[in-house]
Each structure stands twice: as C-alpha cells, then as structure tokens.
C-alpha cells in the first residue's frame, strides 16, 4: 500500500505512470476546442493542467501554436517523450501564466480534467481567471471542465464512477466538509498484473455554478456559456462534467 505523504509523492506523481490507462484521450474534448476556434490555423492555445499531453499533440495536428503546462514534472517528462514536433511543454503552476507569457499571447487557454478546483480558494481561481483573461488576446477564449460540484453537495454524491479496464481499476470517493467547504479526494488505483495499490487523498474546492459566474465577470469575461458534456449538451443536475466557455 502506498501513501502519498509517507513516499512524500505529490497525487499525480504517484498515478503518472498508469495516467494513460485511467484517463484515456479522449477526442470528443478536440472535437469541442475546433469547435470554439473554426480557423485552427491562425489559433494559438495554451493548455493548462495538460498531464501527459494527449489533447495537447492532437491539437496541435490542426492548431497554429501549441503550449501545455503542467504542475507536475512527471507528467510533463511523459508528454516530451511522445516527441510532438509542434506541442511546447513547460512545468509551471497555473497561477503563474501571465508572468511567464505576457499580455494577449493566446487565443485559447484550456483547462480541462478538474484541474481548476485543486486551486485551494476562491481567492486564487479568481487569479487565475484574472490572469487568463489578461494573457488572452482580444476575443480570446478560456475554456475549462470541472465536476459539477452542485450535483456532488446538493445531492450527497460520495463518489465518481470507477474507471477501469484491463489494466487498471481507479477508484474516485469523495467525502463533502460541509464545517470547511472542502472535498477530499479519496483514490485507489490497483494495478491488476502486480495486485498493487496506491492510496491518495487530496484536498478540493467545490466550485459551483453561481460562484464561477460571479469570479468570471470580477475577471473580466463578459460571456459565458455552461454545458453539461464535451458535446454541448445541456447542463443539468444531474450532468456530472461542468463544461465551459467564456471570454
């Protein structure tokens, strides 16, 4: 059994090497970028929180200009051995984009895989919606998927479905802190060929609807639509992706 604090491992360091069988590509997530951006060619996108730099490479088949970033050097270190001749990879914390790239640099910053609710406060996604829109060019747009966090409070979820196939069972509880405003994150990824288990937990901000409505006109952005899918489906309570795109 393996601990993140006792192997003083980070949550994503310690599943970078099986991120690519929990979390397959997925090109319904090109399909909704090229969607937002019909002239891909003159499009320059930066993706945030890329992991091992699937959506990334893909994009950049079609996409003028192509930067992902990732917390996590683990992850980065897997995305620059696939070897995409057009995709940038960095390690870089999120909240230090508009240092790092300047005023008006992107027409797209991406955000997908829950990556914005591991930002500890309303405070620091406020900064980084702050930032992105500084470092988006004019009619630039960010897009960003988290998990609809009004289903998971309002209704109790305790958990995410299990992602598994043959190689691998992950499994996704989460345990609501209603004193603190904060979901941990419980996982268990088994690796079925060894038997072996890796145990995490990590601390989310429940993110809802009207406060990201509120944090995206304080930042700026002026438009925004919510969608429940990768598909544009409707939002609903009972969607469990948060779909969005604002600018």
């Not at 937002?36 to 088949?61: H, N, Q, W, Y």
């Not at 958990?159 to 499994?171: G, I, Q, W």
């Not at 990590?202 to 930042?219: F, G, N």
Request: overall charge positive; aromatic content about 12%.
């Amino acid at each position: 059994m393996l601990r993140n604090h006792s192997d003083q491992m980070t949550f994503y360091q310690s599943i970078a090497d099986y991120y690519e069988e929990i979390f397959p590509f997925n090109s319904v997530q090109t399909d909704f970028v090229r969607a937002a951006f019909p002239v891909a060619e003159k499009t320059s996108v930066l993706d945030i929180g890329c992991g091992t730099g699937s959506l990334s490479i893909a994009l950049s088949k079609d996409f003028s200009e192509v930067t992902a970033i990732d917390l996590d050097s683990a992850m980065i270190k897997k995305a620059m051995e696939k070897k995409s001749a057009k995709a940038a990879f960095k390690t870089l914390n999120m909240l230090h984009v508009e240092k790092e790239f300047g005023p008006q640099s992107f027409d797209a910053v991406l955000c997908f895989g829950n990556t914005l609710v591991h930002l500890d406060s309303l405070n620091r996604i406020l900064d980084f919606f702050t930032q992105s829109k500084k470092i988006l060019k004019e009619n630039g747009k960010l897009l960003f998927q988290i998990i609809n966090y009004d289903r998971i409070v309002e209704k109790g979820i305790k958990a995410l479905p299990t992602l598994e196939n043959d190689k691998v069972r992950f499994v996704r509880n989460y345990r609501y802190n209603h004193e603190k405003n904060r979901i941990n994150f419980e996982t268990i990824l088994t690796i079925r060929k060894s038997g072996r288990r890796i145990e995490n937990s990590i601390q989310l901000y429940p993110l809802r609807q009207s406060e990201i409505e509120a944090l995206l006109k304080e930042a700026g952005f002026s438009k925004w639509q919510f969608y429940g899918n990768f598909k544009r489906g409707k939002l609903t309570g009972d969607s469990i992706p948060f779909v969005a795109e604002a600018s």
